[in-house]
């Protein structure tokens, strides 16, 4: 029930009907005894400032953002966390007092996932396929976490200014694979259900035989098990989907707006339910 007292978050992006963050918030909300709410929120980017000072006027608790709107989300902001700076994107919007402090969860939030799914990233090697905005919190993260080399692999690697990519080249894929202890794809090869077809050429021209036996294989799609995820598997290979990644993100932004630990498996099994198939 909604009341004069319930607090509001709220997630915000453009389109934003395929969020799962309500369902997984609002249990968060409810274990730990809180009287708050998530409402989605479809926010075009010419509208994104006038909502967010809506949410800085009313005292939201906060919001999560999600695509387009990360990187304009960051320059609304009165103060950046390190990560959000480093990373230039926000992706947690914390509305401390008369300030608005902008977040990064993403990068933290998919090393988590890794460590809850049984790898350390501390000392290993990895590979991220793509350079775009989710490629370069992944990284981050990465190397945060310790790593020892993260290889970047990009199509246009002259366009990425953020770091010394490599190309996306037969010789470069394979030799970047042969060393991987990890490769993550950060692409968007796997958002499409349905007709594989427009990825399949793409995805048979990656070097999965050249993997260590023990390398991980990633991936941040977390609504479908990607064909990318399934071949791997399909050659013995351990692999994860993004679906803890959304479920660490999302505790490490409840922790920053509340100060309270997260009920992490009310959180998750409010994602499993609100992901499972109707």
Known sequence: MIRGTTRVAAVIGWPVEHSRSPQMFEAAF?????????IPIGVPPESLAVVVAALR?????????????????????????????AIGAVNCLHVAGDRLVGHNTD????????LAAGFDAAGRRCAILGAGGAARA??????????????????RPQQVAWTAAHPWTAAELRASFARADLVVDATSMGLADGDRDA????????????LPAGARVASLVYHHRTILLERARARGHATVDGRGMLLHQGARAFAIWTGAAPPLEAMRRALDAALAPA
Do not use: N
């Open 30 to 38: 409810a274990a730990a005894g809180l009287d708050a709410v998530m």
């Open 57 to 85: 006027a009313m005292r939201a608790i906060g919001a999560c953002v999600t695509v387009p709107h990360k990187l304009a989300a960051a320059a609304l902001c009165d103060e950046l966390s390190d990560a959000a700076r």
């Open 107 to 114: 990068c933290h939030g998919f090393t988590d996932g890794l």
């Open 138 to 155: 992944v990284a981050h993260g990465l190397e945060v976490a310790g790593a020892a080399a993260v290889d970047v692999i990009a199509r």
């Open 199 to 210: 990825t399949d050429a793409a995805l048979d021209a990656l070097p999965l035989d050249a």
